[in-house]
């Protein structure tokens, strides 16, 4: 926390102000305007605006190793002290900075500044921003200069060449990817900057679909080694800037634990909610809309499964999934090597009442708790291997299973491959893609999952 703090105060004293220029005398006619510190080497961007009537607006980024904050645009005041010093207070989190900054240098198109509040931080260089322009990658423009630069151009420069590059000769500024940049106009009097965000509104999202099945190796060698969390075992997450998308999370199952069954995308809010409510709609068929979260159907798939896109405008999140038939019961695979007391946990959080424990199939114990919520099955035996942990489960079907078994065979092969070799006219066989998982379904009324993984159990004779 004293580190984040520590951050946090040194980028507001990016945004200092006190001035000082070639005369001595500072006005507000100089500073009235927009002004950028924008380094992607050092991962820090800011704008400070100051109008003609003491008000102050601050705005800030700072995107490192493992985290990133963001602060929304913070109305304050400021004044000039002396000659050459300007004072800032803005009220962030709730409290109120004091920013002096002592101008040592200030032309029509930049200034330095010294943040200097009894010891010094640094001296930094603002630049005066000049217009925007929104362009889509591939797409180029001119900026016209004649009315906005009073001095002589002699160069230009992009600051981030993979989001737009500019010819340093005439000034001509091309969209390359997705991203938000600035283009350095350098004069006799100061570089000055053009802001230019590259943007695609009829494509705002990457194909997400490559993603699934995918392990989180395979998706770092594709994405690169420049995520910002990575756990084998869970997923892998990058912070980015695409204009609409801060951060993607690359999730893996909760069962197997190593290939990728949903992807998140955390957004910001340079486009609205109705924007991207209208891109999906536009482009994606619907499938249900309730209280801010609206479901689509994409044109890609995988393992024979649609891509689902599921937008909630309240969190700002876009998901990716696969849509798949409905639960005829609920998925315990999770639950393999768990513990009893894991199980009972959550079994209440299910709503499926204990029944009874039996030691008469496993010498290590089975429990046993109803299922209420499903057509198809009354019952579930949680079975234990000699550790104490889920090494297989049955689920028992209901007496009139039959009527509804071609529908449970279609939803069992939805999700497994039917073995032909093991199977027969009573006993169905089934296997998940690693040949981990073996399901078996029985015309005497249960289906059996087994986890080849776990240590199996002791029989009880």
């Known amino acids: 926390m004293k580190k984040f703090i520590f951050i ?75 000659d050459n010093r300007v004072t800032c207070q803005v009220k962030i989190g709730g409290v109120q900075w004091e920013l002096k900054m002592e101008m040592r240098e200030v032309t029509e198109y930049s200034f330095t500044a010294e943040f200097n509040d009894g010891a010094s931080l640094g001296m930094f260089t603002y630049s005066r921003l000049l217009s925007s322009k929104q362009i889509r990658p591939g797409e180029s423009f001119t900026p016209e200069f004649s009315e906005a630069l009073r001095s002589e151009v002699t160069g230009f420069r992009s600051h981030n060449t993979g989001v737009a590059k500019v010819d340093y000769d005439n000034g001509t500024v091309t969209g390359v990817s997705a991203g938000h940049t600035y283009i350095d106009i350098e004069t006799q009097r100061g ?11 009829d494509n705002m999202f990457e194909d997400y679909s490559f993603a699934f099945g995918k ?15 990575r756990d084998d075992e869970t997923g892998v997450a ?11 999370k690359y999730i893996t199952g909760m069962y197997d634990k190593t290939h990728v069954e949903f992807i998140t995308l955390s957004l910001n809010d340079n486009v609205s909610s109705d924007a991207i409510d209208r891109h999906l709609s536009n482009k994606y068929e619907l499938l249900s809309s309730n209280d801010g979260r609206t479901s689509y159907v994409t044109d890609k798939s995988y393992d024979s499964k649609p891509v689902c896109v599921i937008y909630d405008s309240k969190s ?29 946990g959550e079994m209440q959080y299910y709503g499926y009442p204990f029944l009874f424990s039996d030691s008469s199939y496993s010498k290590n114990g089975s429990d046993y708790y109803q299922i209420n919520d499903s057509a198809d099955a009354v019952m579930v035996g949680f079975v234990f291997n000699p550790d104490g942990l889920v090494c297989e489960y049955w689920v028992y079907l209901s007496e009139n299973f039959m009527t509804n078994a071609s529908a449970i065979l279609s939803w069992l092969n939805s999700d497994y491959t ?44």
């Open 8 to 82: 946090a105060f040194a980028l507001l004293c990016l945004s200092a102000c006190t001035g000082d220029n070639e005369k001595n005398v500072l006005e507000i006619d100089q500073m009235v305007g927009e002004w950028v510190y924008d380094h992607p080497d050092e991962g820090v961007w800011e704008t400070l605006k100051f109008v003609n009537s003491g008000v102050f607006y601050l705005s800030n980024k700072v995107t490192g190793g493992n985290w990133k904050v963001s602060n929304d645009r913070n109305a304050g005041r400021y004044w000039i002290d002396g």
């Open 238 to 248: 990058y912070a980015i800037d695409d204009y609409v998308t801060d951060t993607v």
């Open 191 to 201: 570089t000055a900057v053009v802001e230019v965000t590259v943007f695609d509104p």
């Open 215 to 229: 392990t989180v190796s395979e998706i770092v060698s594709l994405k690169g080694e420049n995520y910002s969390f």
């Open 316 to 344: 700002s999140v876009l998901s990716y999934a696969l849509l798949k038939p409905s639960d005829r019961w609920t998925d315990f695979k999770y639950l393999f090597g768990q513990n009893k007391n894991v199980v009972k």
């Open 418 to 461: 039917l073995s032909s070799t093991e199977s027969t006219n009573r006993q169905y066989v089934f296997y998940d893609k690693e040949k981990r998982l073996r399901v078996v379904f029985d015309a005497s009324g249960y289906v059996s999952y087994t986890d080849s993984e776990q240590k199996p159990f002791t029989p009880a004779l």
